[in-house]
C-alpha cells in the first residue's frame, strides 16, 4: 500500500523507510525555503542505496533515483512546472511515489503501514507536547518517548515496519498536535482524529499538570509491562480525570510452569482441583471439562515484592471470584484470611 501523504512529508517516510534520520530546516524535516535539506536528501538516501546522485538540480538527483529502482524519468510526472528561484527546479509528488513503489518492488522497504496510534500512546506525546511545544527529532525527550514506545508491546511485532515510532515519526505526530489546536491558523497536517479528540478532551489551554499525572501512569505501566503468562495476576490501576477515563493493565514476568506445578502438587495432594479459599470444585459446579479454571494467586503480589524467586508455598489455587477479592482487599490478606472470608456467613 502507498501511504497517501502530502509532498512535504515523502522525503522524512522514505528516510525513515530507509532508516535515514531527517534533518529539520525551517518548513519540516528536509524542507527549508533554500535548497540545502532537500539536496543532502537526495545524497543522503543515494549513499543508503549504494550509488551516486549527479547533477546540482533536484530533477536530476530525483533521476537517478528512479533509474536506480526500475523506474522512468518522465519529466511531466516527474517535474513540477512550477518555477522557484532556479526555475523549474521542483520535483512532483508523483516523483516520491513512484520512488517509493521502486523501493518497495526491489524489496528494499517492506509496505506496511505502521499501525495506528493508541489513546495512551497519543496522551504520551500530548504530554510532551504541553512541556515544550513542537521539537524535531533530534530532541532528547523525544527520542525517550520513541525508545518506550518501540520498546512497550502495545502493539505486535508483525505489525511493526523499520520506522515504527521512530524519532521522526514522534516528532510528526507532535507536529500533528500542534496543528490541530482549535486556534492554529495554519494549514494542518494530515494527523488522527486523535490529534482533535486530545485537544477536545483537555480544552484549549489544558492543565498540565492532570495531563502529566496521566502520563505518568502509562509511562509506568509501559515500563513494566511483560508478557503475560498463564499464571497472571492482573492488577488494574483505573485513573479518572473528568471526561478522560482509561484503564492501564500492569503485568509482571512470571514463571509460566508454575501454575502448571501447582496444579499437579493439589491433584497428587487432595485428588480434585478445588478454590483454597472457598473450597469450590469447578469440576462437580461445570462439568469435567472445567476442572482447571483456577487463577493461580500470588499470596503476597509481585507488586509490593518486585521480582523474586516464586515457589509452590507462594502461591494458591483460587477461583475467578476469589481472586478478584484478593486484590480488592486491602492490605493484601494472607491465605487464612481469604478462607475466613470465602467460609464466613454474613447476615444481610
Known sequence: MI???PKAQWPDFIANELGIEPQQGSKGPWMSTGDTPI?????EVAGRLGISSPGHRKPERMKVLLSHVGVDWDARRHSSLETTSGGGDNICKAAFEDFYRGLIGEGVVRATTPPAWTWDEQLLAFDLYLKAGYRDASDDDVRTLSSLLRSASIHPGHSRNPSFRSPSSVARKLSDIQTHHPTYDGKRTSGSK???RV???FGDNPDHARVSSIAQVIRTALHENTPVAEDEDEIATAHDEGVVR???HRHYERDNKLRKRKLEQAIAANGVLACEACDMVPAEKYGEQF???LDCHHIVPLSETGQRKTSLQDVALLCPTCHRIAH????SPSLSDLQKLARAK???
Request: aromatic share 18%; hydrophobic share 55%.
Open 246 to 248: 482509561f484503564r492501564v
Open 194 to 196: 486523535l490529534d482533535e
Open 328 to 331: 480488592m482487599a486491602k492490605p
Open 3 to 5: 501511504p497517501q501523504l
Open 346 to 348: 454474613f447476615i444481610r
Open 291 to 293: 476442572a482447571e479454571a
Open 199 to 201: 485537544w477536545a478532551e
Open 39 to 43: 539536496l543532502e536528501w537526495f545524497e
